[in-house]
């Protein structure tokens, strides 16, 4: 057995891509370090943008400010799909970053929904997300709560014409249904895309992005690999959605978005395409999805 030491232990720095690309989903302020030594090292092995993600209120103001302060950073903002039944039915056990909570209802919602409102209009905010639905975490009770946030967050991307960054869990078929209900966005990208070849085939005939993490390198993740396999090039993103999803030898050490090349190399290899070729469809793509 690796020591505790081992296993919490940064990886090494993977061989540097030769076309940089973007790191499309990222949790800055959950990683050890700082900002500028985390994206000095992406930047270092080729990851010379990334998208930093809000998950609640909180996380989204300092998503929107980071962006501000840091040119190769832009920002999304949300309330995260297990966030929004928190607000309304409180969350006793506090296992959330905010810890215990009291139940606040609808009202509660508006209100941290108006101020989503208010950061994804701001010009370094790029998309409205990760919103969307989440069955693992959440149970019958919470349902009523996220699908109403969702369609409040599905709105706000639309009008604000920024990107819509989906968080699907457990949830694919309400997922689209929503989306078709509701009408989506433009720009549409589903984050650590989870579902199968069939679900991709749905996504591209839509135009929806998918985004591929470290999880697409684990061994028992041949259905993701089937699904990108089918994914058209130019709707292909990366990411690390670091600190999880560490990609393979390195899985359950923690993650950062300078280990965004490992996963692209594996990628490349499943599409059957140079690193280089991947590389440069995935930089246009980010850069489209997310309108910088």
């Known amino acids: 057995m690796p020591s505790k030491a081992a296993a919490d232990a940064a990886p090494p720095l993977p061989e540097p891509l030769r076309v940089p690309v973007a790191d499309s989903h990222t949790h800055l302020d959950m990683q050890s370090g700082t900002v500028e030594e985390g994206l000095a090292k992406a930047a270092s092995v080729g990851v010379t943008t990334v998208v930093q993600v809000g998950c609640d209120i909180r996380g989204s103001r300092w998503a929107a400010e980071t962006a501000a302060a840091y040119e190769s950073v832009w920002a999304t903002v949300a309330l995260h799909p297990n966030e929004a039944p928190r607000i309304v039915l409180g969350d006793p056990d506090g296992w959330s970053r905010q810890g215990a909570r009291q139940a606040g209802g609808d009202v509660a919602l508006d209100d941290a929904l108006s101020e989503i409102d208010r950061l994804a209009a701001l010009p370094q905010v790029r998309g409205v997300g990760e919103t969307g639905l989440d069955y693992f975490r959440t149970g019958p009770e919470g349902k009523e709560a996220q699908e109403k946030s969702f369609r409040a967050h599905i709105e706000m991307a639309k009008r604000h014409g920024k990107a819509l960054v989906i968080h699907d869990r457990d949830a694919h078929d309400d997922v689209l249904r929503i989306l078709k209900e509701e009408g989506a966005p433009d720009r549409t990208v589903f984050h650590c895309y989870s579902g199968d070849a069939e679900m991709a085939r749905i996504c591209a005939e839509n135009g929806y992005f998918m985004s591929f993490a470290g999880n697409v390198t684990f061994k028992n993740a041949q259905p993701l690999r089937d699904a990108l396999a089918?994914?058209?090039?130019?709707?292909?993103?990366?990411?690390?959605?670091?600190?999880?999803?560490?990609?393979?030898?390195?899985?359950?050490?923690?993650?950062?978005?300078?280990?965004?090349?490992?996963?692209?190399?594996?990628?490349?290899?499943?599409?059957?395409?140079?690193?280089?070729?991947?590389?440069?469809?995935?930089?246009?793509n980010t850069a489209r999805a997310f309108g910088y």
């Open 230 to 284: 089918v994914a058209p090039l130019e709707l292909v993103l990366v990411e690390t959605d670091a600190p999880y999803l560490t990609p393979a030898p390195y899985r359950g050490r923690p993650n950062a978005p300078y280990l965004i090349p490992i996963t692209l190399r594996a990628m490349a290899d499943v599409k059957g395409v140079s690193e280089d070729a991947l590389a440069t469809a995935v930089s246009a």
